[in-house]
């Protein structure tokens, strides 16, 4: 039994309800994948903060053409079309489509969409080899406290150095006198 006219609208409107909370979307071609399959795929993604959703790529396409945003994703759209949709951390979303996609290999990344931009499915892979946000901080972290390390060492290194002066000239200056 088909959908019915209402049940589409839905459908339409839950998409566009997506869409308006994401930041990018990726566009995969899911032939050949199991329920189970597209089931572990969607616990993967929401774990990190995306979203996996399959739908008819009319309904998709109704409900981006009033988006100049996501206007571009209506060229990937083809055969069977799941949608990777992002939050945040795009990058950990990718990397674990690609975890997936070498379990199964199955899948193919077809492209994707970056702030209104089409991205090749090269370029969209791409960002799986980004640091995700919390790599970014542990770096930025680890750069702040290395150089609050150096300066504290160079502040205690001035004494250090100017009492190493003294003793010396003491010491030069006691061993003269001395003779």
């Known amino acids: 039994m088909g959908r019915t006219l209402e049940n589409k609208k839905e459908i339409v409107a839950e998409l566009k ?18 329920v189970a399959e597209i089931s572990d795929l969607r616990n993967r993604i929401r774990e990190k903060g995306g979203t996996c959703k399959i ?18 994703v209506q ?16 990058g950990s979303v990718v990397k674990e489509y690609k975890k997936f996609q070498k379990d199964t290999k199955k899948t193919e990344l077809r492209g994707g969409v970056l702030e209104g931009k089409a991205l090749t499915g090269a370029e969209a892979e791409a960002l799986a080899d980004l640091p995700s946000k919390e790599e970014l901080y542990a770096k930025i972290a680890g750069a702040i406290n290395a150089l609050a390390t150096k300066v504290a060492v160079g502040v205690k290194e001035v004494p250090s150095s100017i009492a190493r002066g003294l003793q010396a000239y003491v010491d030069k200056e006691g061993g003269e006198g001395g003779e």
């Open 75 to 90: 060229e990937l759209l083809k055969d069977t079309t799941a949608l990777l949709l992002t939050k945040e951390d795009i």
């Open 55 to 72: 739908a008819k790529n009319t309904l998709i396409r109704i409900a981006v053409q009033d988006d100049e945003n996501w206007q571009p």
């Open 17 to 34: 309800d997506l869409l308006s909370d994401t930041q990018s979307i990726f566009v995969i071609d899911y032939k050949g994948l199991t």
